[in-house]
């Protein structure tokens, strides 16, 4: 909670070879995270309670770009109630200031040149948005309509926080935090035609509304 005594649901703390950290997170986060929905005319539409996508994301810039400098550290995954933090052991390297990162804005500059090319050339794609892997994760905040995840130094460590979509469909956390040019893009509610009283309607007023609402 926002007290930090909360305790998770569920972590994991990813080993083995870089591929296989990735798709054992990735049933980890298949294993905790709902999905609802809500029909719109004959389509079902689905609303997870995070983007997969980002948390993928996430994770591999987790693994890619860890200190392995750092001995008997490792990328932790944190499940609680109400949000999901990804923690990498080492903090932003040089000439990478997180409120530029916080606003989509850096370029890529990999701690570990060499990991990054191997897994953007293996098989799986795991490295394919290098440069431009924050701008997606808030880029898929809104086309889900999800908050904003969080980016921030803390104790050594690198730490990405996704929060929870409500059982409204609004986001839990805050949205304060989506950077200019991605909050001014947020759809805002439909404007609907005024209706006038039926009384007041000719026969091709009605049918001019009708064919209004059709279209």
Known sequence: DASGVQRYTDRQIMTGTLPSQVESAEAFFRKHIQVGAHIE???RIEEPEYSLEAL???LVN?????????QGEAVRVFFYTDRIEIHSPGTLPPGIELDELRQGLTRSRPRNQVIASIMRDMPGHYMERIGSGIRFMLNQSVALELPAPEFKEQGGEFVVTFFKRNQQGAGTGPQSELPDYIRNTRPGPAKLPKIEAPASLTRQKRQELALTYIR
Do not use: M, N, P
């Open 62 to 70: 987790a693994v890619v770009h860890r200190d392995y400098s750092l």
């Open 41 to 43: 005319g004959f389509k």
């Open 56 to 58: 993928r994301e996430a």
